[in-house]
């Protein structure tokens, strides 16, 4: 990574590079031709970006540019911007982009013909300028189209346009990539297909949120909370963590309030409450926190729900406790064939201490059995 220090830092990042390079080759086929595309190409991203950069630093934020795989990216941190700011500093970056390809355009002019070189530059900065420009203001998101559309429908509509906003950009995208797909363009349709797939998980993501998830109050209690839990004050935390619960009764913070919660209390030794707060959630939760519920179904002896529920970890991402957890609780309800296919799973995984494990008490209900006995032959047993 090439790091350039100053008011505005600027990072690019190898595949910046690597991509420039491609895009080059492939519209030149040429290594002047290839040294110049990528030239260009940099020069007009960095435009771009300094005109979302140099907007946020009027309006007292803090900015870096980085360029990265698929372009580039502006970050900025300071104090929150109203919705009009936040769509100027978005504007200016495809302003920008038009700036430089009305600059090129006009210069051509003044070039002598003779300067082959040099009117080749220039026709590629018009070319990609007014293409880039053009098309990063598609209502895609996280394109910066996507965003202004994004900042008009949450400020008309708050969440209820945010939610519009990636369904827009779900359905955009996949028509943009089919077009592009249509005209042969295959890197740019799966581009868009590639963008379609992430709006459409952000979608899922917005679907599950309400009003309350804005609250900024309530997002600060939240971080509270955490700092707490890492500060080793876990009783504070879990005091937070409930006081988002109550205000936040459904909504993605309470999802994140209900599990940081959940785990202190079954760190706690309080099993039972922990389960009932996580059980609701079983469909919403990450894949720690699944495989925690599944734990304390467990130690509740609630062995149905407990395969259940490992059943749906398993599928989001093996793991050995998961499928040994499992193995268990079928053996103690007595049902030798999904308990012994459980432990095969385990020791796919690289279970270690087999034999210690077949001697757990668990397995008693099934060892005499025809399949068990059988399995462990297999084993060597």
């Not at 797909?181 to 349709?189: A, C, E, K, R, T």
């Not at 109550?246 to 922990?274: C, D, M, S, W």
Request: charged share 15%.
């Amino acid at each position: 990574m090439i790091s350039i220090p100053g008011r505005i830092p600027i990072h690019i990042f190898p595949f910046f590079w690597l991509l420039i390079l491609m895009i080059g080759w492939l519209n030149s086929s040429s290594i002047v031709g290839t040294a110049i595309w990528s030239v260009v190409i940099l020069v007009s991203v960095l435009i771009h970006e300094y005109g979302h950069a140099l907007t946020a630093l009027i309006f007292g934020q803090s900015a870096e540019i980085n360029l990265v795989g698929l372009g580039g990216l502006t970050k900025r941190q300071g104090p929150k911007l109203s919705r009009w700011k936040e769509f100027v500093i978005v504007l200016n970056g495809p302003l920008a982009g038009f700036l430089t390809f009305i600059i090129a355009y006009q210069l051509i002019g003044f070039v002598g013909e003779k300067n082959s070189i040099l009117i080749y530059a220039l026709k590629v900065a018009i070319n990609v300028n007014l293409f880039w420009s053009l098309l990063n203001l598609l209502p895609v998101l996280p394109l910066d189209g996507g965003h202004l559309l994004r900042i008009l429908l949450e400020g008309a509509f708050g969440l209820r346009g945010l939610k519009i906003a990636f369904f827009v950009s779900i359905l955009l995208a996949s028509l943009v990539g089919l077009y592009f797909f249509f005209i042969q363009q295959i890197l740019m349709g799966a581009l868009f297909f590639m963008l379609a797939f992430e709006s459409y998980r952000a979608w899922v993501d917005v679907k599950s949120m309400e009003p309350q998830d804005s609250d900024q109050q309530l997002q600060s209690i939240v971080k509270e909370g955490i700092e707490k839990l890492k500060a080793g004050d876990a009783g504070e935390a879990l005091a937070k963590f409930t006081f988002v619960r109550h205000q936040a009764p459904k909504g993605l913070l309470y999802v994140t309030a209900t599990q940081y919660a959940a785990r202190i209390l079954a760190e706690q030794g309080n099993f039972k409450q922990a389960y009932d707060w996580l059980y609701p959630l079983k469909n919403r939760l990450s894949i720690d926190y699944l495989s925690l519920l599944q734990q304390l179904a467990y130690r509740l002896q609630e062995w149905e729900e407990t395969v259940k529920i490992g059943q749906q970890a398993y599928q989001q991402e093996p793991s050995i406790e998961t499928a040994l957890i499992n193995s268990l609780s079928y053996a103690i309800m007595g049902k030798a064939a999904p308990s012994i296919g459980w432990l095969r799973c385990a020791i796919q995984l690289g279970l270690p201490s087999v034999q210690t494990v077949i001697e757990k008490r668990e397995f008693d209900a099934i060892r005499e059995t025809e399949a068990f006995q059988k399995w462990l032959k297999s084993q060597g047993n």
